[in-house]
């Protein structure tokens, strides 16, 4: 069975500082990695991924993750963090072959603080 | 590309009654799938289709919960006899089934809630 562990629900961090968004996962075959951003009252907006290739992923507006087999991991960084940061980060994750369902982490709010 | 669209956006009824949403998958995707998400928490599989075939249920969905995607287009989920532990944030999304990627795109949602 595969799960996804977002430690921490809430972050705060100051405009311009790092953000880290830590998520941990399970998965008995090699797993597809995701972060999706949720901004009030919208979908899911595909943030990166990570499939197969190179460990350190790029996405959209500045953020990357690393995928790290050895710890299970991939979390969220971003080296400066801007007010329109703030939103609900998701982590998911799925079978790498032949795709279907996704397992979702809880979710971490990022607070931006001016 | 229009994007995954989903309607209604908000829909209250009342305990007992029926629901119906509707979601329009992108139009190239052959995959769709169904997530439920309750406040405070990130969102659940539902159920998904790989064309007009229904591949995936989940146990959390109950005999009151039926998804149908006729001619592989647009899909329905109906929520007969209402409850309360339905009110939820209902999300639809699409995706290719081939590809090197098949990451999902997600429609805005049908926020249900139940009085």
């Known amino acids: 069975a595969q799960s996804v562990t977002q430690l921490g629900s809430h972050v705060s961090v100051s405009e311009g500082a790092l953000v880290l968004l830590r998520c941990n996962y399970s998965?008995?075959?090699?797993?597809?990695l995701f972060w999706y951003v949720q901004y009030p009252n919208q979908g899911l907006q595909l943030l990166l991924k990570y499939t197969t290739g190179a460990t350190l992923v790029k996405g959209i507006n500045g953020f990357e993750a690393e995928f790290k087999k050895s710890e299970t991991s991939f979390h969220l960084t971003k080296p400066s963090a801007h007010m329109s940061d703030a939103a609900e980060y998701f982590c998911a994750v799925s079978r790498s072959s032949n795709t279907g369902k996704l397992i979702f982490g809880q979710g971490t709010t990022l607070q931006v603080k001016p | 590309d229009t994007g995954v669209s989903q309607d209604p956006r908000h829909k209250i009824t009342k305990r007992g009654q029926n629901v119906t949403f509707r979601c329009d998958p992108i139009s190239e995707h052959n995959r769709l799938y169904w997530y439920r998400q309750t406040l405070g928490q990130g969102p659940e599989f539902l159920t998904y289709?790989?064309?007009?075939?229904?591949?995936?249920k989940s146990r959390l969905l109950s005999d009151r919960f039926s998804a149908e995607r006729p001619k592989g287009s647009f899909s329905t989920l109906e929520i007969q006899r209402t409850e309360q532990g339905d009110s939820a944030m209902y999300l639809c999304?699409?995706?290719?089934?081939?590809?090197?990627?098949?990451?999902?795109?997600f429609g805005p949602g049908t926020r249900l809630t139940v009085t």
């Open positions: 289709f790989q064309n007009e075939a229904q591949l995936e």
């Open positions: 998965s008995s075959v090699p797993p597809y």
């Open positions: 999304a699409s995706s290719r089934d081939r590809g090197p990627s098949y990451e999902q795109y």
